[in-house]
């Protein structure tokens, strides 16, 4: 019986092979005292084990190996309400000067803002934090219905670049607004 230990070269990862009648290929190798087929043997099983550890490695870490977008470097501006009822708000922005990809624009009704994540992206008529995704494409001019009359609501532009787990959003300084819809009249 031969027992072989085959490993990477930083041995933390070891295995070990015994040769048995259950493997044929290695006692002809073995037999035949085939120096050089047993070295190249040995070396496609280093190989294997390597790639099957890389492949574990990048499977447990793959969004760490692609790049985010390029963060945008300026806010979208000057918020303005077009219109306003009990029940809806329309407002314009004014685009980010380095003309991001798009914009996520979140409505919430507490003071209190979560920014968003990197590489997550984020479907309108969603919430998370509290906070409802009313639009994320590269529009400037959005309407959001659905509100109730006297309430006050607080909207948050973010703009970004990239898609999926590329995502990169401006998280500091998005352009913030408050703004109370109508009462109905009595």
């Known amino acids: 019986m031969l027992i072989i230990l085959v490993g990477r070269a930083d041995a933390l990862l070891k295995r070990r092979f ?9 006692k002809k190798i073995v037999r035949n005292n085939s120096l050089e087929k047993l070295k190249h ?7 294997l084990t390597f790639l099957a550890h890389t492949q574990s490695v990048h499977a447990e870490t793959s969004s760490s190996l692609v790049p985010l977008g390029v963060e945008p470097a300026y806010s979208a501006t000057s918020f303005v309400v077009d219109g306003a009822s009990s029940g809806f708000i329309d407002f314009s922005f004014a685009a980010a000067s380095d003309y991001p990809d798009a914009y996520l624009v979140l409505r919430r009704t507490s003071a209190t803002p979560t920014a968003p994540l990197d590489g997550v992206t984020y479907s309108t008529g969603t919430q998370f934090s509290g906070q409802l995704v009313i639009s994320t494409s590269s529009a400037t001019s959005i309407s959001t219905d ?3 009359p006297g309430e006050t609501y607080y909207f948050d532009i973010y703009p970004y670049n990239g898609s999926g787990i590329t995502t990169n959003y401006k998280q500091s300084s998005p352009l913030t607004a408050t703004v109370t819809t109508v009462l109905p009249p009595k």
């Open 18 to 26: 015994v040769i048995t009648d259950k493997a044929p290929f290695m």
């Open 41 to 47: 043997f040995l070396l496609c099983i280093s190989i």
């Open 146 to 148: 659905g509100l109730k």
